[in-house]
């Protein structure tokens, strides 16, 4: 018989589920099942929502190979669970794992590993995780100590997606306290009560002193956190255009920003975790000279230009699309978006990017000019330049879009012209 408290659990539960499923359509969900209180938990919620639900519901537990006969004994126990609750189990084996330093994070590791492996294969539409709110109270602390920013804050969310696996946790709100007052037989994890890493270190000895000087610390917490990630969220979105393969952006969008959104879209568009410290040395660079630069990692690099910054080893050739129409009489273009030419120039020119010895003869300038120094003269960003396409005729260059074009173009009183559109966006424009 189902108590209160199971069916307030399942409300939230069927109405998160209505709420990010809106269509109902028939659907494989994965519910990890390590055999502890709150896994089981949410099997037994999980089983209840696959009758009123088009959902297919199986239990996946992950055996580690870290603790001998009671390993073993929490498999059995959670097909035998399942077996009870009429849902399909599904047991995958860590391989390799050994105790040692680090071990938290590997076994972490290698359970997303083998979670995302049944996700694929069963082709779920989510896999749902049994957190609740101790666990995001303690994980906004564990941030905090490492100095976590606006992301960190938000400790744990509530749906989320890594590596293309969606990922469901429907017991944030619900304290320790409530999942254990439900009373159903579990399995325990004897290496849960050893105050031997931070996070049990923290639940056994940390929070039960923050509760008595303040009771109902946990629960606030786990509200900062909701608080925080609801607003993290808002401010990603405003920077949702940058991510790891952006080449690089206008200096005035960043200095426009409030240093809080500008600090999220240089951390964007690296793309890899950097500490604070990083991340205003960051800032501190696009206020800095021209061509200074900040290593990042060992294959980033990010460097400072006159009007962007930019991630150099990130650039491509720009994929230039010329149109060509009759040239009015009279009509020599403007030379940055549009050019006029002789046409019997224009079918023997290549558009490419530049190559060593080019060079190009500005109108009204006796002589050459290499292309480095027309490129520097007009204060063009360095890493630009080998991406730029240009119109040349074998080194001499006619026309390079954005920039300007040489006095080879010039289109004779009795010469039949071309005129040339470009239809790509600039960035290195004058």
């Given at each position: 018989m189902e108590t209160l408290l199971f069916k307030r659990m399942y409300q939230g539960l069927s109405a998160l589920v209505t709420r990010l499923f809106p269509?109902?359509?028939?659907?494989?969900?994965?519910?990890?099942?390590?055999?502890?209180?709150?896994?089981?938990?949410?099997?037994?919620?999980?089983?209840?929502?696959?009758?009123?639900?088009?959902?297919?519901?199986?239990?996946?537990?992950?055996?580690?190979?870290?603790?001998?006969?009671?390993?073993?004994?929490?498999?059995?126990?959670?097909?035998?669970?399942?077996?009870?609750?009429?849902?399909?189990?599904?047991?995958?084996?860590?391989?390799?794992l050994k105790p040692g330093s680090g071990i938290e994070t590997r076994a972490r590791e290698a359970r997303y590993a083998l979670f995302?492996?049944?996700?694929?294969?069963?082709?779920?539409?989510?896999?749902?995780?049994?957190?609740?709110?101790?666990?995001?109270?303690?994980?906004?602390?564990?941030?905090?100590?490492?100095?976590?920013g606006g992301r960190g804050?938000?400790?744990?969310?509530?749906?989320?997606?890594?590596?293309?696996?969606?990922?469901?946790?429907?017991?944030?709100?619900?304290?320790?306290?409530?999942?254990?007052?439900l009373g159903f037989p579990h399995r325990e994890d004897a290496s849960n009560y050893l105050p031997d890493n931070p996070r049990n270190a923290l639940r056994l000895t940390v929070f039960p002193e923050l509760e008595r000087l303040a009771p109902g610390t946990a629960a606030r917490m786990a509200s900062a956190a909701e608080t925080a990630a609801t607003e993290d969220d808002y401010l990603s979105g405003l920077t949702a255009g940058l991510n790891a393969d952006t080449a690089f952006i206008p200096l005035d969008t960043l200095t426009d920003m409030h240093p809080a959104l500008r600090r999220r879209a240089l951390r964007a568009f690296v793309g890899v975790p950097i500490h604070f410290q990083a991340t205003l040395a960051l800032e501190a660079l696009i206020y800095g000279k021209p061509g200074a630069k900040m290593v990042i990692t060992q294959s980033l690099c990010v460097e400072r230009g006159y009007r962007h910054l930019f991630a150099p080893d990130r650039m491509t050739p720009v994929e230039a699309r010329l149109t060509a129409a009759p040239c009015p009489p009279g009509v020599t273009g403007d030379g940055l978006r549009t050019q006029a030419l002789p046409e019997q120039l224009y079918r023997r020119a290549e558009l490419r990017p530049k190559q060593a010895g080019d060079t190009i003869r500005p109108f009204g300038m006796k002589g050459?000019?290499?292309?480095?120094?027309?490129?520097?003269?007009?204060?063009?960003?360095?890493?630009?330049?080998?991406?730029?396409?240009?119109?040349?005729?074998g080194s001499e260059v006619l026309w390079v879009p954005g920039l300007g074009a040489g006095s080879?173009?010039?289109?004779?009183?009795?010469?039949?012209?071309?005129?040339?559109?470009?239809?790509?966006?600039?960035?290195?424009?004058?």
């Open positions: 269509q109902p359509e028939p659907l494989i969900f994965l519910a990890a099942l390590s055999g502890g209180a709150d896994s089981v938990a949410l099997a037994r919620l999980m089983a209840r929502l696959q009758q009123d639900f088009p959902v297919t519901v199986k239990a996946v537990h992950i055996h580690h190979g870290l603790r001998g006969k009671d390993a073993d004994d929490d498999a059995l126990f959670c097909v035998d669970l399942c077996r009870e609750l009429d849902i399909e189990s599904i047991v995958r084996y860590a391989a390799g995302q492996d049944v996700y694929t294969q069963t082709r779920a539409g989510a896999l749902f995780l049994a957190h609740h709110l101790n666990d995001r109270a303690e994980t906004l602390l564990l941030n905090f100590m490492r100095g976590s804050m938000g400790a744990i969310r509530e749906d989320t997606v890594r590596d293309g696996m969606r990922i469901i946790r429907p017991l944030l709100t619900v304290p320790r306290a409530d999942i254990e007052a050459r000019k290499s292309m480095q120094d027309f490129f520097t003269d007009l204060k063009v960003d360095r890493p630009f330049r080998a991406v730029i396409p240009i119109l040349c005729l080879a173009v010039y289109i004779k009183p009795d010469d039949k012209g071309v005129l040339l559109t470009s239809e790509f966006p600039m960035p290195w424009q004058r």
